[in-house]
């Protein structure tokens, strides 16, 4: 089974910064397709951005383009969520998954998952 530990959460202020990290052990991420997603309280988990296992990504909620940057460092086995002017809005767990193959930015194309990391922004 796929393991992951996401880190890098956080309580901050409006207009703040964050880099979530997701390093996994016992494989390869290279050859993952890499997802964030979140999930806010009363909310369902939803694809925030995603990346193939040839680094391209993509950023797939509109409410954070322009603000949030996904990126893979292999040698370190690592994947990134540069997050930037954060809003409230953005509180939520932030989980990374993955899986062969390419596929939607979506929960539910994803089977393996990590435990998450909350992020709260609030002044």
């Known amino acids: 089974q796929l393991q992951f530990v996401e880190s890098g959460g956080g309580l901050v202020q409006p207009g703040g910064s964050l880099r979530l990290s997701c390093a996994a052990s016992g494989f390869t991420l290279d050859y993952y397709v890499v997802g964030w997603f979140r999930q806010a309280p009363g909310k369902e988990r939803e694809g925030v951005s995603c990346?193939?296992?040839?680094?391209?990504?993509?950023i797939w909620l509109d409410s954070v383009k322009g603000r949030f940057t996904m990126s893979r460092d292999n040698a370190k086995n690592t994947v990134y969520l540069q997050m930037s002017s954060l809003k409230p809005e953005d509180t939520a767990i932030y989980y990374c998954?993955?899986?062969?193959?390419?596929?939607?930015?979506?929960?539910?194309?994803?089977?393996?998952w990590g435990l998450g990391t909350q992020v709260t922004v609030s002044s």
């Open positions: 998954a993955a899986d062969l193959g390419e596929r939607p930015c979506e929960a539910a194309d994803f089977t393996s």
């Open positions: 990346i193939s296992s040839s680094g391209g990504s993509t």
